[in-house]
C-alpha cells in the first residue's frame, strides 16, 4: 500500500532521513520505532508531505506523492494524527468531528458518528464539550476520532501514547486492535516498546534517519543487541 524509497528529507540544512526506505502492506499494523530525535515524526511528515523529500519516492497504492500538497495526500485516503493533536479547542466535539468528515473510499472503513462513539465512549459522554476542556488522553481520542471521519485506508499514529495515562494507554491499545479488525491499515510512531509490541506485526527501527531493523516482534526479541542500541535509554 505504502511504499517509501531512499528519501532524504530536510530541515533547512539539517539532514534529517537519510536514505531510508520501507513498505507497508494493506491491513498491517507497522510500529516505527526509534529514540527521540530519531526522524519518526520527519518520516511521517514525509509520507504526508508537510516535510517534502529532497529526493526519493513516496508511492501510495502506485501514486508518487512527492511534491503534492498535503490536503491532496488526506484526499487520497491517508489519515493523520500529529503527536500534537491539533483538535479545534473552542470547538465541540461533534464540530471537530464534522471538521474531519470525508466522502465514503471503497477500500476503506467507513465510519460514522456513532461508530466512532462506539470506539471511543468517553467522547459520547463529552460530545457537546469543547476541545479545550478535555483532558490529554480524550483530545487524543478526539483527534484520531475526526481522521477516522475522513475515512482513511491508511492512518499514520504519532506518538499515540505519550503523555496520557496508563489507562488511557491501554484503551488506547484496544482501539488499535479494533481497527485493524476492521481493515485499516496502521503505522505507528512509538518510543514505548511495550506498547508497540502489543498492537503492531511488525517493527522498524530508524536511528540517525537510517533504517536500522525491519522484521517481526519475534526477530527483534532474538537480536537484544538490536534493542539495546537503538531503543535502550
Known amino acids: ?52 523529500p529532497r529526493s526519493g519516492r513516496v508511492t501510495f497504492q502506485g501514486r508518487d506523492l512527492v511534491g503534492e500538497p498535503a490536503y491532496r495526500v488526506a484526499k487520497c485516503g491517508i489519515g493523520y494524527v500529529p503527536e500534537d493533536r491539533r483538535i479545534f479547542s473552542d470547538l465541540t466535539v461533534l464540530e471537530n468531528l464534522e471538521v474531519g468528515r470525508q466522502p465514503r473510499r471503497a477500500d476503506a472503513p467507513e465510519w460514522t458518528v456513532e461508530q466512532l462513539f462506539d470506539l471511543f465512549p468517553n467522547l459520547r459522554e463529552r460530545r457537546t464539550n469543547r476541545g479545550k476542556h478535555m483532558s490529554g488522553g480524550e483530545q487524543q481520542m478526539l483527534t484520531i ?36 479488525a476492521e481493515g485499516l491499515t496502521v503505522m505507528i510512531s512509538e518510543q514505548n516498546l511495550h506498547f508497540a509490541r502489543a498492537v503492531a506485526d511488525r517493527a522498524i527501527i530508524i536511528e540517525s534517519g537510517e533504517k536500522k531493523f525491519d522484521g517481526t516482534f519475534a526477530e527483534l526479541e532474538a537480536h537484544p543487541e538490536i534493542r539495546d542500541a537503538y531503543l535502550s535509554v
Do not use: C, W
Not at 31 to 39: E, K, T, V, Y
Not at 170 to 180: D, F, P, R, S, V
Open 145 to 180: 476520532a475526526r481522521t477516522l471521519m475522513g475515512n482513511p485506508m491508511l492512518l499514520l499514529l504519532d506518538e499515540p501514547s505519550e503523555g496520557i495515562a496508563p489507562v488511557i494507554v491501554e484503551q488506547m491499545a484496544h482501539t488499535i486492535q479494533q481497527l485493524k
Open 1 to 52: 500500500m505504502l511504499s517509501v524509497e531512499g528519501i532524504h528529507s530536510y530541515y533547512g540544512k539539517a539532514h534529517i532521513l537519510d536514505g531510508l526506505s520501507f513498505d507497508v502492506t494493506r491491513g498491517e499494523v507497522v510500529a516505527l520505532l526509534g529514540r527521540n530525535g530519531a526522524g519518526k515524526s520527519t518520516t511521517m511528515k514525509s509520507v504526508m508531505q508537510i516535510v517534502s
